[in-house]
């Protein structure tokens, strides 16, 4: 749903352009000034055309009416009449903000799909709407090639969209029950997902489709999801937490699913219905102020919730009185999920999923063992530090100690961030080492620093460096986030040169 800023910023634009009102005029409008007056004097045959104008701009099947009309009593109408209809409408198997799209048409147009030929063995998906990700990535499974999910393939010519597809208009036979018997047919096939970069350059990684119905079956398990009657997921599903958690567990369930992304999700419930939140801490500043009693569960995943996020969670959960249960979920691409702790009551200790098994090896690096790894993977060294206190439950330590080989010596990054951290305190910076053949040193070593005032000499950089490289140290005034709250080399980098 619109939040009121937006509905006040498109009427403004109504009466601009369909009442031919000045710009100026406009300006000078409080929003509890009544439009049949002073500056505006708007006349009954202007309320008429206005209100139709309203009725197409918001597809509203009506506005009501008013006693007083004034901006604000307007945009008041305008969104309550928005939720209504929107509690009124029954909820399709998935929905996003552009179409809907239930199980049977699903199975359909995979089985209308088979009458294109689709060439190529590996296809990035183009599209960027939940709802046709979903169909283009299930297409792609059908005819044996491999689709792969990332948030920057808009812009690569050979890029996937099941839209470009010709349908002949006529009925088919759709051989599966439902689209969980379809994706059992196609277990051993897999799905590719780009890491967000934010330990470096984007990697991309592939897991088998039994792999991530492991996962969903495990987290279904793990909570108890009974009283969810539907999700509301503010997560984007080509990254693997999103696919799993708003494509394949509430398919798991049973549940439908509403996806709800930009800067003005809607997490108003449909009337009577117990909501599942699916979100990242970068869109929980968007949604915490619409958490009410109906909200009955919140996982979060994709970067650390932490910190002012936390508490404000907790200050919600208390001032409110919410019974609702949330959760962060540890975990990444490459190894699935790792653990999970509740959020709002000051825990810091994460519970380890049961099918997941964490050692050391002889080499004193720290190894998982899980059903939920990549494709062609049956241990994986974890890059981050896990302080067990039992068998079961442990703390997050941050990123382990990385070692790069610069001019045939090793240094480790967390020696270059320590430098950075005692010159520039408080401020936020990364450091990346970019691995290059061509390079002589063996690659490139930068760092970024946010938000310094007065920048320092390159003569000053270098004597802080005395026995280690010195890095290219950028100086940005923010750094760029993306939707899971990452922040990644690629976006640092384009900061620079822009």
């Known amino acids: 749903m619109q939040t009121y800023s937006a509905i006040r910023s498109t ?18 409008l409080s929003d509890d000034a009544n ?5 505006l004097f708007l006349d009954s045959v202007d309320l008429m055309q206005l209100s139709a104008a309203c009725k197409k701009a918001f597809q509203l099947k009506d506005l009501g009416e008013l006693s007083t009309v004034t901006l604000a009593t307007l945009t008041r109408q305008i969104a309550l009449n928005l939720t209504q209809q929107k509690q009124a409408t029954p909820l399709e198997t998935w929905a996003d903000q552009v ?4 199980e049977t048409d699903l199975l359909a147009l995979i089985q209308r799909s088979l009458e294109s030929e689709i060439n190529g063995q590996v296809r990035l998906i183009k599209d960027s709407t939940p709802c046709d990700i979903i169909v283009s990535t299930m297409v792609l499974l059908a005819h044996n090639i491999t689709p792969v999910l ?4 808009a812009a690569n010519a050979n890029a996937f969209s099941w839209r470009e597809l010709t349908f002949a208009n006529q009925e088919v036979e759709v051989p599966f029950h439902s689209m969980t018997a379809f994706l059992q047919q196609h277990s051993d096939k897999t799905i590719g997902f780009e890491t967000s970069g934010s330990t470096g350059k984007p990697q991309t990684w592939h897991k088998s489709i039994a792999s991530l119905h492991a996962e969903a079956v495990t987290f279904a398990d793990t909570f108890s999801f009974d009283a969810v009657d539907y999700f509301c997921a503010c997560v984007d599903i080509r990254h ?3 696919f799993i958690w708003a494509f394949m567990l509430p398919l798991q369930l049973g549940k439908p699913v509403c996806y709800e992304l930009g800067s003005t999700p809607d997490l108003q419930p449909v009337k009577d219905k117990q909501v599942g939140v699916i979100l990242t801490p970068t869109m929980f500043d968007f949604v915490a102020d619409q958490l009410n009693q109906n ?18 969670l907790a200050d919600l959960i208390s001032y409110l009185s919410l019974s609702i249960q949330a959760f962060e979920v540890l975990g990444s691409t490459e190894t699935g999920g790792i653990g999970y702790r509740p959020l709002g009551n000051n ?4 519970t380890k999923f049961t099918a997941v098994d964490i050692y050391q090896n002889g080499e004193h690096k720290t190894m998982l063992r899980s059903p939920f790894l990549v494709a062609n993977c049956d241990e994986f060294e974890l890059k981050d530090k896990l302080i067990f206190s039992n068998e079961n439950q442990f703390t997050h330590g941050g990123r382990a100690d990385q070692i790069f080989k610069y001019a045939g010596k090793r240094y480790s990054l967390q020696s270059i961030e320590k430098v950075l951290q005692e010159r520039f305190v408080g401020l936020r910076h990364r450091v990346f080492f970019i691995e290059d053949n061509n390079n002589n040193k063996g690659g490139e070593l930068v760092a970024f620093v946010e938000g310094l005032s007065c920048i320092p000499t390159l003569q000053d950089i270098r004597s802080w460096f005395k026995d280690l ?3 290219q140290v950028h100086f940005l005034a923010q750094f760029p986030e993306n939707e899971l709250g990452k922040i990644t080399l690629s976006a640092l980098q384009e900061c620079v040169h822009e």
């Open 295 to 312: 909200h009955c569960y919140l996982i979060s995943s994709g970067a650390p919730f932490k910190g002012e996020k936390e508490q404000k």
């Open 35 to 39: 439009l049949i007056e002073a500056p």
């Open 240 to 242: 693997m937490f999103g």
């Open 469 to 471: 490289p010195t890095p």
């Open 11 to 28: 009427l403004m634009q109504l009466i601009e352009a369909e009442l031919e009102v000045d710009k100026e005029q406009l300006d000078v």
């Open 150 to 153: 990332s948030a920057n393939a």
């Open 347 to 350: 825990e810091t200790h994460f």
């Open 99 to 102: 179409t809907s799209l239930n």
